[in-house]
């Protein structure tokens, strides 16, 4: 069969998934793609621009969307014979932590919300997404003076499940093992953005140096067209600990300093699956990642207690524990690169192409029945 991909944000993890996808399915998939900047305008504006370059939607089975489109818009300017369609949300703008000095806007949660309402099928890439979308629903319709539309979240509920993202990882990279002769390599592999706070991570770093404790650091991403603060600081607090700083120059060489990692760590105070951590863990890295968000979900259950930390100062002790015997926890690396082989695109495909056939098989007019 035969579908359509609209991804209005091609950039990241968006373009990772869809060009995972279509490489691993069994379908047919045709990507038709805007590129990765203002994603405001992205939002209000895609539809337009994808109703302007499809010719022929009766061509295809069904239609894949992600959360950067206002799909009521497309929609209502494809018409009734619109293929059934499936809403894959990465992130929501309902979830999302305001940027500071930045006003919030609630335009960008009300198109996430009939985005979900217009879709015959709407998956998220976690649980945690999921009901925290699901409860930004409710809290934002609560804000109406008047005539509260009740049923919304109700109906978006009936026709939503998780569906993990596929990872690409290299053959054999859980063998990989980090240099035991140098300081203990730490990991940030994640984008240079204010809902990661890395002042968070570069503060516990601090407080690694102050001890004593010897390490080395990777600080990969960036691809930003101006250097945060944060990072031009800890360039310069930790030039002696630094190996590299910055975008590397392919896939191939970023999969190659995961290898050599021992820790990678998030503060992120957002994030919904982690594609970067669930990478750099099958790649061997221990993690140390905030009792919160997705992360609970997405590791292992049993190592909850030595890979989950409930704040700064258990950052810090955690950290500090598995520099200072980095040796020791070489089986619990192994261990948790094996369990992230169920996020593998190989693992996770044949779910995708079930819920394309059902979604191909469905009857368009069976999503206005929930109205």
Request: glycine share 8%; hydrophobic share 40%; net charge neutral.
């Amino acid at each position: 069969m035969r579908f359509l991909f609209l991804e209005s944000f091609f950039g990241g993890s968006h373009k990772a998934f869809a060009l995972g996808l279509k490489a691993h399915s069994n379908h047919e998939i045709d990507i038709v793609t805007l590129p990765d900047h203002y994603w405001r305008w992205r939002m209000r504006g895609a539809a337009l621009l994808f109703h302007e370059r499809i010719d022929n939607l009766s061509a295809y089975d069904g239609v894949i969307a992600t959360d950067m489109i206002n799909l009521s818009d497309f929609m209502a300017m494809a018409g009734p014979n619109t293929p059934p369609v499936l809403a894959y949300f990465h992130e929501n703008q309902l979830g999302y932590p305001d940027n500071p000095g930045v006003p919030p806007e609630v335009q960008y949660g009300f198109m996430n919300m009939t985005t979900a309402l217009c879709a015959d099928r709407v998956f998220f890439n976690s649980r945690f997404q999921m009901e925290q979308f699901l409860a930004g629903v409710e809290g934002l319709l609560t804000t109406m003076p008047d005539l509260n539309p009740s049923w919304v979240g109700r109906t978006i509920r009936a026709r939503s499940g998780v569906l993990y993202p596929g990872c690409s990882f290299p053959v054999g990279s859980s063998e990989s093992l980090p240099d035991k002769a140098l300081a203990p390599l730490v990991i940030w592999n994640h984008r240079w953005e204010y809902d990661k706070k890395p002042e968070r991570f570069f503060r516990a770093l601090g407080e690694i140096k102050r001890r004593g404790i010897p390490f080395r650091l990777a600080l990969l991403g960036g691809g930003v067209s101006k250097i945060p603060k944060a990072f031009l600081a800890a360039r310069e607090a930790f030039k002696q600990e630094i190996v590299v700083f910055g975008h590397v120059p392919s896939k191939s060489v970023y999969f190659d300093w995961l290898s050599r990692g021992h820790i990678v760590v998030s503060t992120a105070i957002q994030e919904n699956f982690g594609i970067s951590v669930v990478e750099a863990v099958g790649m061997g890295c221990i993690p140390l990642l905030p009792d919160r968000l997705a992360y609970p979900e997405i590791m292992p259950r049993e190592h909850h207690g030595t890979i989950l930390y409930k704040d700064h100062g258990d950052l810090v002790d955690k950290l500090a524990g598995f520099l200072l015997s980095s040796d020791r926890h070489e089986p619990l690396g192994r261990n948790l690169a094996q369990a992230m082989e169920e996020y593998a695109w190989n693992h996770v495909i044949k779910k995708y192409d079930e819920i394309l056939n059902h979604l191909a098989a469905m009857d368009r007019t069976r999503v206005w029945e929930k109205f």
